[in-house]
């Protein structure tokens, strides 16, 4: 009976330490949100509207109005929510409760993941009693325990150790076919819970079958070794066929943002992220430790002294061989060196070497460059850095009983077990108390008296999109709109409740093509809209607007709606097709020739004030085939910096603000993404510094075909400062870029110029023509 103590202590002291930190979370399962800000609102949104309301197992509805988009890139746990959509179908509870269930089942992970990691470490040759105490501390400190709180999909510690297992069991029984088979729905599984952490398995598996498929002295091949890798391999090529044949979306970009952006460095592996440890370390730096919140993977303080150690002695025994019998490498499994390196590599991968060193180098790569948060691949480094340890300690504990030193030994394990578990308490101290904080507004009865009653101001079926106010659009890099949190957050749970989809989006790689036409809504009413043909019907727009301030293309688009619903915290409009499309354009053009007489004449210009500063540029003087009027614009690559215009001290005025607009193409690819900025730089000569005052392109509410107006304000801080307006992408940029008419004029100040000829009127660097903008419906 004794070799059944271990198992049972495990399973009670893991369910004793879930209950610990974690027993109020599952008693209200159901009732809260584990956040309700960011990616997590939207993750819960994506998941609970797919099975409260899509009629499709791969198309998602809720958001990105009219066109939709895939369920896998809306981030909806694709497995999970389609499996509680048909079991929803005779089992009202799934739907109803399905926050619930998808919280518990965070949580449970966490159980299983105690489980997996006892039965991995046995799988080692690793005692009962060391494995009972690295287990517990290998699941409190798995790094994924901070995705709970956002990255739901990517929050399941125990995918990796589980996988590793059945691969482990696979390679020591190649021709076993259970554990192939186990290992392919495995691999199949995650892949489609979230295909990063699908990739990141396999990927890590794929290494370590590779590495033992290659024959080495006294080791045969096997061709089961064959099947494996296929059975690791194919659910990518199942996940990629059926995404290629699912997806009726096109004009993805190819060239995503992001793989610089959140890659790992020593420091997130090696040196904690909280706790005492932590805050020491910031004491003896001041503060200087800035780790990556995507690659947190911190091993612990006593792996990381083994792996150092293991370190020395291993530069050691080929520089002092003689010396080698004092301090030996405690590991001679072969699995575990091969998972070490495979880990190992993936780790490099995460510090985006050799990408990094040699940036041109991920040019040559596309497929990589889609991985926008490589610091994610340390996790797989985590748990073979954990079974090493233990099989260290292990083999130092038989080397030191032989030596009738084993108390010494059985204290080290003690200490190191104890360390692991201490380090780890933060963790799920602070998780467990944030996650239990906001209330599961997916539950109508959990919601505030003004949601009810805004809710019950509105019939759903009166309505075919909601349109939030203020506007955000997240999704393609190329067109896009900033995400407010309270916007967010209310145009999802008005939308969940009423089934009605939104127009606005919180996705990834979404259709460039209907991210322009999503964007372009707000522009203003003088310009085509052309997403009104592909609205399916006649129905009004429901403005959902929330409380934060509306920029004033925003404005003016809310005052065209009508009024039913108001309170502290939001309003609700109804916008008809026609209202929509009503162009103001003839209005403006009448008010100009009506005041015109009380304009004052600038030049080529009339201006609402006499004595504002007015600068203009339509780059004529720069001959290009690509422009937006006249003869000329400026043209030349998105690379580095391009000078659009520069001026001399004294041109602008210390408390005065200036409003800036420029005419940029976006008719081709990667025109205005990549994190492509537009600076109004300030020099002071004093300290040799600049000033920045950043703008994004992308973010343009203003679209007129393959033309998109960068708009920004900016004060100058000295008006002995000279200022530059330039435009600033990366260095490994081929993108063509080209601008043209670039205007700058004091706020309040409006700035005209009207063309008879063509009936068209310049209006603060907009051109509005007689009869312009979308037919009125």
Known sequence: MKKFIPPVILLLASAAIIWLFYGQAILSADNILFSDEGDAIKNYFSYAWHIAHDS??????????????????????????????MLSARFEFFNTHSIGVLNLIMVFSIFLTFITCYFLLREFDISTWISLLFSFGMALLAPQIFRMTG?????????????????????????????????????????????????????????????????????????????????????????????????????????????????AEIDDVFIPHQGLFRELLDRLTGNIINQEWEARSYVGFSTTIILLASLIALITRHIVPKRTGRFVIYTTDRYLKLSLLSAFILLLF???????????????????????ATGRFTWPFFFTAMVFSAIFLQNLHKNLK????????????????????????????????????????????????????????????????????????????????PRNSEAVRTSMIISYHTGIPLVNAYLTRTSIAESKNIVQLISPDYYTKEIIADLPCLKPLLLVKSSADLTINEQDLLKKGALFYKDHELGLYSLSLGDLTRNSGRDIIDLFQQQRHTLTRRGKFYATDSSSLIFFTSYDDRPSAIRLEGEGAFSSIKRGENILAEFSPE?????????????????????????????????????????STVYFPEEAETIDGDWSLAEGVFQVRDARHKIRIITKGSQAEKAP??????????????????????????????RIRDGSGTPSL
Request: a neutral charge; hydrophobic letters at 50%; aromatic letters at 16%.
């Open 737 to 766: 870029f080209h601008a043209d008419n670039l205007l700058i004029r004091e706020s309040g100040t409006d700035v005209y110029r009207f063309d008879e000829p063509s009936q068209t009127l310049f209006y603060n660097n907009h």
């Open 350 to 372: 995460a510090m985006a070497f050799p990408f990094k060193q040699i940036p041109g180098m991920i040019e040559a790569f596309p497929v990589l460059k889609q991985f926008r």
């Open 151 to 263: 990255h739901f999909a990517l929050s399941y510690s125990v995918a990796i150790p589980l996988a590793w297992l059945l691969a482990i069991k696979a390679l020591k029984s190649p021709g076993n076919a259970i554990f192939g088979i186990l290992l392919f729905l495995s691999c199949l599984l995650w892949m489609f819970i979230h295909a990063y952490l699908g990739i990141i398995v396999i990927s890590f598996l794929s290494l370590l079958i590779i590495f033992e498929m290659i024959p080495v002295s006294g080791k045969k091949f096997h061709p089961g070794y064959l099947l494996l890798l296929a059975a690791v391999v194919l659910p990518v090529i199942i996940f990629y066929l059926s995404l290629i044949l699912t997806d009726v979306h096109t004009g993805r970009t190819v060239n995503p943002s992001g793989f610089f952006f959140y890659n």
């Open 56 to 85: 499709s197992c791969v198309n998602f509805q809720g958001m990105n109005y009219p066109y939709g988009e895939h369920l896998i890139y809306a981030d909806g746990h694709p497995a999970l929510s389609n499996s509680l959509r």
């Open 402 to 481: 032989v030596k009738n030193k084993k108390y010494i030994s059985i204290f080290l394990i003690l200490v190191v077990a104890a360390l692991n578990i201490a380090e780890a308490i933060p963790y799920h101290s602070t998780t467990s108390k944030a996650i239990i904080k906001s209330p599961n507004h997916f539950r109508k009865d959990l919601l505030p008296d003004n949601y009810i009653s805004a809710l019950n101001a509105i019939k759903p079926d009166d309505f075919q999109a909601i349109v939030s106010l203020p506007f955000y659009y997240f999704g393609s890099e190329s067109f896009s709109r």
């Open 651 to 691: 041109t602008f005025a210390e408390g005065k603000e200036y409003h800036l607009s420029v005419w940029m193409h976006n008719g081709v690819p990667d025109a205005l993404n990549l994190w492509f900025r537009l600076i109004i730089g300030e020099y002071d000569e004093r300290v040799g510094k600049w000033h």
